[in-house]
């Protein structure tokens, strides 16, 4: 047996199930995660006040990934293919060879959030596994209701990486009705979102752009209204 093989064989088994979303996406943003080691449980959850549904299931990887005080072997169980395609067909390890270009055109884009996931997996043995989300899996149900209480939650703090993302620079903003979508170049048209409050949701959108051939949706900053405070009187 060699020196690596006996260093896996000591390494402890750890089981993760994770989860992300957001409502609208982009918008408020949860992850959920379950961590199982033995018959030990730990349950892990946050949010973000706009972001988007793939960068909070890669967060919620990598949260489940960052609770683990020493190097371990990792099944890490999601129910995103954007994630775990990524990751077990090698295409984030290509982009990033790449400079994190994904096409000689497209720059590839969370790279903020893939580096720390490629470092991470580099600490880990890590294996990712898909499983079919909203499909009665007992864990994967939790991790989805920790990441939507999560995003529920007031007060959520900047997803500086969405933000202030890097790949945006030289990309003009969809700020108006007839705008060009980013993904297939069709005009976009302005929507008008059903304004009902969630518990612990503190703004909400006035207005929205969509494509109506792919359906992206692109949320508007100057769109962006508090509710006002409910009272009794």
């Known amino acids: ?9 000591e ?11 957001c409502d609208p996406n982009p918008g408020p943003g949860g992850y959920g995660v379950v961590l199982i080691y033995g018959n030990r449980k730990k349950e892990l959850s946050g949010g973000f006040c706009l972001t988007t549904n793939n960068r909070m299931e890669i967060f919620a990887a990598i949260a489940g990934l960052e ?23 090698g295409w984030v390890k290509k982009w990033q060879e790449n400079g994190w270009w994904r096409t000689k055109k497209q720059k590839a884009i969370n790279i903020d959030l893939w580096e720390k996931l490629l470092t991470l997996c580099d600490k880990h043995q890590v294996e990712f596994e898909w499983v079919k989300g909203h ?28 933000e202030q993302r890097p790949e945006d620079n030289g990309v003009i903003k969809i700020t108006y ?13 302005k929507k ?17 752009f969509e494509c109506p051939k792919c359906g992206t949706m692109y ?10 405070p409910q009272t009794l009187f």
Request: hydrophobic letters at 25%.
């Open 135 to 162: 499909a009665g899996h007992r864990v994967n149900e939790r991790c989805d209701v920790l990441s939507m209480e999560a995003l529920k939650q007031s007060n959520l703090p900047t997803d500086e990486g969405y």
């Open 219 to 228: 949320m508007v900053e100057e769109a962006k209204r508090r509710f006002e």
């Open 1 to 9: 047996m060699t020196e690596q093989q006996e260093e896996l064989e």
């Open 67 to 89: 609770a683990l005080k020493f190097p371990c072997k990792v099944k890490l169980y999601s129910d995103s293919r954007y994630l775990v395609d990524a990751m077990t067909l």
């Open 177 to 189: 009705e007839g705008q060009p979508c980013r993904k297939c170049s069709t005009p976009v048209i």
């Open 192 to 208: 008008i979102p059903r304004r009902k409050q969630k518990s612990g949701q503190t703004y909400y959108y006035e207005y929205y």
């Open 11 to 21: 390494l402890k088994e750890v089981t993760i199930y994770t989860d992300g979303g």
